[in-house]
T-cell receptor, first 114, second 110 residues
Framework: DAGVIQSPRHEVTEMGQEVTLRCKPI?????LFWYRQTMMRGLELLIY????????DSGMPEDRFSAKMPNASFSTLKIQPSEPRDSAVYFC????????????FGPGTRLTVL | DAKTTQPPSMDCAEGRAANLPCNHS???????VYWYRQIHSQGPQYIIH???NNETNEMASLIITEDRKSSTLILPHATLRDTAVYYC???????????FGAGTQVVVTP
């Protein structure tokens, strides 16, 4: 099993540009999570999908952020327009079955907005 | 929501047991305690979780006090590769939201 796959691993962009982060969850997992990690705020949950449906997006910081899950094997997190304060490491995680099961995290995408 | 309190850092000698404490005095009866760790520049990694009984797996042991207000993660024989930030988390809601705190930075020294 390849684990959770994220791309790109590193992204450097300029303020105002659109950024799209991609995630492929582990096959068979029905829950998907996007997190953001910064030194100042630590690891924060942005959005949670269950069976491809967004269940909780209360952590999405503002309208510039959007996430989609068109099918069980793919999700995107888009930032448009990007700002320097969006610089962070973005993690995707997936989870099988019940709510008490473990989450499997991907390697993360390090985003730098200049 | 139940919150957790962990020491910010601790050192451990290679080959010795590492005992990581966590307080969760406001935990409710149906909330699980989870431990994850994050090695530098990697995504968090699940270690173990429990409800009220002690648990053991190939990575660690979890000891939960009888009143469930605190727990201890035990790494039985720490190696240099166990150097990481360790997070103690109480599941926040019904769909399993995990709220990560600052964790404990564990440094294993030769």
């Amino acid at each position: 099993d390849a684990g959770v796959i994220q791309s790109p691993r590193h992204e450097v962009t300029e303020m105002g540009q659109e950024v799209t982060l991609r995630c492929k969850p582990i096959s068979g997992h029905n829950s998907l999570f996007w997190y953001r990690q910064t030194m100042m705020r630590g690891l924060e949950l942005l959005i949670y999908f269950n069976n491809n449906v967004p269940i909780d997006d209360s952590g999405m910081p503002e309208d510039r952020f959007s996430a989609k899950m068109p099918n069980a094997s793919f999700s995107t997190l888009k930032i448009q327009p990007s700002e320097p304060r969006d610089s962070a490491v973005y993690f995707c995680a997936s989870r099988p079955g019940a709510a008490h099961n473990e989450q499997f995290f991907g390697p993360g995408t390090r985003l730098t907005v200049l | 929501d139940a919150k957790t309190t962990q020491p910010p850092s601790m050192d451990c000698a290679e080959g010795r047991a590492a005992n990581l404490p966590c307080n969760h005095s406001t935990i409710s009866g149906n909330e699980y305690v989870y431990w994850y760790r994050q090695i530098h520049s990697q995504g968090p990694q699940y270690i173990i979780h429990g409800l009220k009984n002690n648990e053991t797996n190939e990575m660690a042991s979890l000891i939960i006090t009888e009143d469930r207000k605190s727990s201890t993660l035990i790494l039985p024989h720490a190696t240099l590769r166990d150097t990481a930030v360790y997070y103690c988390i109480v599941r926040v809601n019904s769909w399993g939201k995990l709220q990560f705190g600052a964790g404990t930075q564990v440094v294993v020294t030769p």
